[in-house]
């Protein structure tokens, strides 16, 4: 079995309970994952997504995943727990308390890994290296009873397109499930499937990988511009450097771990693009999103908590986002008995929920019912869903601050 090969997984052995157990096996080094960290990373990651498939498809759901090494090193036990697998090291089973999200730990390896390839190959840019690279497979394609050597070149090949297309649109790194690469590349309203072309020109010396990068920037010139609306977008899924953003709290309130407000393009659908390069939006443009949000109708809905009221609104894409609708607020203030400041949770995606903040200041249990169920939300939440566990306080027509949690 080979480390590198996405497929290969093995029924350990099935639990009591009739719930199986996959092993993905890694019999390297330690040393030679950390020399190899960014492939390392991304095989891991991969090789779990694969096997979580499997279990879900193959097994009625019921299974665990497991990545195993005798000497894991931390980056290791990161990546295999954020793609929902454990580490087993022979005797004890090992995961980390708070990895980074699957698709920020990809995006950093595939960067890593298409620099390092590009280094190697002695090319100025990343169109240049793939050139190289897939010249040379040309010449000599891989065999096809070699799969580390294949699985190797088909990563590389991905890396150098997946950051050639970067180059002119935003990406981000997305699980796969069912795919035999189980792993892609996120544009907002397209996804492309990079694995399928890499495979079939590392073992046949045909095709090319640009044809990816010019369906990207095809997509990107010719998709039709929607309208400006506010998302909220967790700053742990991804990188805000070259999105229109603002801050969702005033400046002076810390909010590393809070969701920006990042000004895309809805399409309709639950589709949305993220310009990428045009810098802070102007006051026009927020102005325009704002009232695109205020247009979209939602439904209130009354629950209880205890015994006391919640509202939720929920069952639209911007949902959440109503958080900056002072006349959607209003409405939820209201049937909080015109309540004069709110606690609002926005755990996931097309999710809003609200209390009365005075009561939940002076009823305990009040308070860490709702912090506690919007934490379990949005852990509970698949990873493209979350937004925040936090608690977010509204007041005066806007969020304001954030209610600081305290340990369970």
């Given at each position: 079995m080979s480390w590198a090969d996405l497929e290969a997984l093995t029924i350990g052995r099935t639990r009591a309970d009739g719930s199986v157990v996959l092993v993905a096996r890694d019999s390297r080094p330690a040393a030679e994952l950390v020399a190899s960290k960014a492939i390392s990373t991304i095989v891991a990651i991969g090789r779990i997504v694969a096997g979580r498939?499997?279990?879900?498809?193959?097994?009625?759901?019921?299974?665990?995943?497991?990545?195993?090494?005798?000497?894991?090193?931390p980056f290791l036990i990161e990546a295999v727990t954020a793609a929902g697998g454990v580490v087993y090291d022979g005797s004890t089973e090992r995961v980390s308390a708070a990895p980074l999200a699957a698709t920020i730990q990809l995006d950093a390896a595939f960067v890593d890994l298409?620099?390092?390839?590009?280094?190697?190959?002695?090319?100025?840019?990343?169109?240049?290296?793939?050139?190289?690279?897939?010249?040379?497979?040309?010449?000599?394609?891989?065999?096809?009873?070699?799969?580390?050597?294949?699985?190797?070149?088909?990563?590389?090949?991905?890396?150098?397109?997946?950051?050639?297309?970067r180059e002119h649109r935003l990406g981000r790194w997305v699980e796969a499930p069912g795919e035999r690469f189980p792993l892609a590349l996120d544009l907002g309203n397209s996804t492309l499937f990079l694995g399928k072309l890499a495979l079939a020109i590392v073992t046949?010396?045909?095709?090319?990988?640009?044809?990816?990068?010019?369906?990207?920037?095809?997509?990107?010139?010719?998709?039709?511009?929607?309208?400006?609306?506010?998302?909220?977008?967790?700053?742990?899924?991804?990188?805000?450097?070259?999105?229109?953003?603002?801050?969702?709290?005033?400046?002076?309130?810390p909010q590393e771990?809070?969701?920006?407000?990042?000004?895309?393009?809805?399409?309709?659908?639950?589709?949305?693009e993220y310009p990428?390069?045009?810098?802070?939006?102007?006051?026009?443009?927020?102005?325009?999103?704002l009232r695109n949000l205020a247009a979209?109708?939602?439904?209130?809905?009354e629950e209880r908590l205890g015994e006391h009221r919640m509202v939720?609104?929920?069952?639209?894409?911007?949902?959440?986002?109503?958080?900056?609708?002072?006349?959607?607020?209003?409405?939820?203030?209201?049937?909080?008995?015109?309540?004069?400041?709110?606690?609002?949770?926005?755990?996931?995606?097309?999710?809003?929920?609200?209390?009365?903040?005075?009561?939940?200041?002076?009823?305990?249990?009040?308070?860490?019912?709702?912090?506690?169920?919007?934490?379990?939300?949005?852990?509970?939440?698949?990873?493209r869903d979350r937004i925040t566990p936090q608690v977010i306080v509204y007041h005066d027509d806007r969020p304001l601050g954030r209610v600081e949690r305290t340990p369970a």
């Open positions: 498939w499997a279990i879900a498809h193959r097994h009625g759901g019921r299974g665990v995943m497991v990545y195993a090494h005798a000497a894991p090193p298409a620099t390092a390839v590009r280094r190697r190959l002695g090319a100025k840019t990343f169109g240049a290296a793939l050139d190289v690279l897939e010249s040379a497979l040309r010449r000599r394609p891989i065999v096809r009873d070699d799969p580390t050597a294949s699985w190797i070149a088909a990563l590389e090949l991905v890396a150098l397109a997946g950051e050639l297309v046949t010396g045909e095709g090319t990988m640009h044809s990816l990068d010019g369906l990207a920037r095809h997509v990107a010139d010719t998709a039709p511009l929607g309208r400006p609306m506010p998302m909220l977008v967790p700053r742990t899924l991804v990188s805000l450097e070259r999105l229109s953003w603002t801050p969702l709290l005033p400046a002076d309130v771990d809070l969701p920006a407000v990042s000004w895309v393009e809805d399409l309709g659908g639950g589709h949305v990428v390069g045009r810098g802070a939006p102007t006051p026009e443009l927020i102005a325009r999103g979209v109708p939602v439904e209130l809905h939720a609104v929920a069952d639209h894409v911007f949902a959440a986002e109503k958080l900056l609708d002072p006349a959607t607020m209003r409405l939820v203030a209201e049937r909080l008995t015109a309540a004069s400041a709110l606690l609002v949770a926005i755990p996931t995606r097309s999710l809003l929920l609200a209390i009365d903040a005075m009561t939940a200041m002076t009823d305990d249990a009040l308070m860490s019912a709702f912090v506690r169920g919007a934490e379990r939300m949005h852990r509970g939440a698949g990873e």
